[in-house]
């Protein structure tokens, strides 16, 4: 399962009643990950990412451009409003 996916299962769990819920975890390999509104081509050098074979990836919420790598230590949370 992806890590989307995984995201998608935990807020689905938490809109059931599940919640609040937390994940915890640590890449595999490094990824840069841009908030819903960030424009990859002004956030990532997308010519070295595709160089290094690094995945340019978006998530549904908020927030500036990250990069993840192991060591990394990245925690979702989730809760029906």
Do not use: I, K
């Not at 995201?7 to 689905?12: G, K, N, P, V, Y």
């Not at 994940?23 to 997308?46: F, I, K, Q, T």
């Amino acid at each position: 399962m992806s890590v989307q996916e995984l995201d998608q299962d935990l807020l689905a769990r938490a809109q059931e009643g599940q919640g609040p819920l937390v994940r915890v975890w640590e890449p595999r390999a490094p990824a840069v990950v841009l908030g819903r509104s960030n424009r990859a081509e002004r956030e990532a050098d997308l010519g070295a990412c595709a160089a290094d074979g690094v995945p340019v990836l978006r998530r549904r919420g908020g927030g500036g451009a990250v990069v993840l790598a192991p060591g990394c230590l990245v925690a979702s949370f989730a809760r029906a409003v």
